[in-house]
């Protein structure tokens, strides 16, 4: 069988492969999906303004996340249970990462524990986090995160509550008992199963979270605090304020609530409210190279990428995760010599008409 050609040509294979309920569990989004849709067709509505005669010989895509050298302005997103699409779920994940120079973020929900991540490759991690209400779960999780090398914490801050995600509720879909929930079954109260971990998110996924509990965080980790789901200039702000490195601009792929700005649409506010005083990155419908220099014309620094590497792993597992950040990155070096931007550090709102 023929390597595919681009990310839409991994989904076909992946969703031809997996389990509906689980291909549903990764493609699916709250309510009537609008949003979901909405970040890809936003990206795919901005058109380009390119330059001519300009030499292009040489396209340099290197630069730093929060300092940390990487090959291109990428990183992975945290995507929890990545055994559901492969056996070697997160490590292959990070060795991919690794070999193409690029972040991992490992979810709290992964089903590979950070102490196994961190021994499978010797790559650049970042570690997602939910704020627990039993804030002691909340700290032992940061002191391993950093005893294992991690370089960032990003800590996601739109779910203060689940959203209605029918496709899951339609196929009653369950984790299966032989994957686990690994950074966090010593604290699950009961088993492993889905009553489990439905009993654990009602009862530690903290829906008081506010600003002052990020000055809690601070005081307790060395490493740069990441907020991810920030969709409004106010927000940002907000964020500068107290202190975090880096923004993630970011609807949980659709999978919050439903109806809300898409992404691409929220970046420019962001970026220009923020001014440089903390680094801006973008997810969300990431499909195409073009994508990529849209996202950084618009105030980006990188982008992150989910369900793409997701589809990569069901299909050919690391291997198909390293041809999907291979993939885009040869994309983004085409399109900046096509557009005439050789360097990312030119790349700004003139190319987007």
Known sequence: MSVPLNLREYEQRARELLP??????????????????ENEQAWAGLRLRP?????????ETATTILGQPVTFPLLTAPCAFNQLAHPDGELAVACATAAAGVIQTLSTMASRSMEEVTAASTGTRWFQLYCH?????TKALVERAEAAGFAALCLTVDVPATGNRERDFRN??????????ANLVQYLPFGQDEM?????????????LTWESLEWLRSITRLPIVVKGVLTAEDALLAVQHGVAGI?????????????ISTADALPEIATAV??????????????????????????????????????LAVNGEA?????????????????????????????????C
């Open 20 to 37: 509906q309920a689980t291909y549903d569990y990764y493609a699916g989004g709250a309510g009537d999906e609008l949003t979901v849709r």
């Open 196 to 208: 489990a971990l439905h009993y654990y998110a009602s009862k530690q996924f903290d829906a008081s």
């Open 320 to 352: 198909g995760v390293t041809h999907v950040l291979q993939h885009l990155h040869d994309d983004l070096k085409l399109s900046m010599a096509l557009a005439g931007y050789p360097k990312l550090s030119d790349i700004g709102p003139q190319l987007i």
């Open 51 to 59: 330059r001519v005669l300009v030499d292009v010989s040489a396209c």
């Open 133 to 137: 209400r039993d804030r002691e779960i």
């Open 172 to 181: 009653n879909f369950q984790v299966p008992a032989h994957i686990p929930l």
């Open 248 to 260: 993630v601009v970011s609807n949980h792929g659709g999978r919050q609530l439903d109806s809300v």
């Open 275 to 312: 001014q440089g005083q903390a680094e801006v990155y973008v997810d969300g419908g990431i499909r195409r190279g073009t994508d990529i220099l849209k996202a950084l014309a618009l105030g980006a620094r990188a982008v992150l990428i989910g369900r793409p590497y997701l589809w990569a």
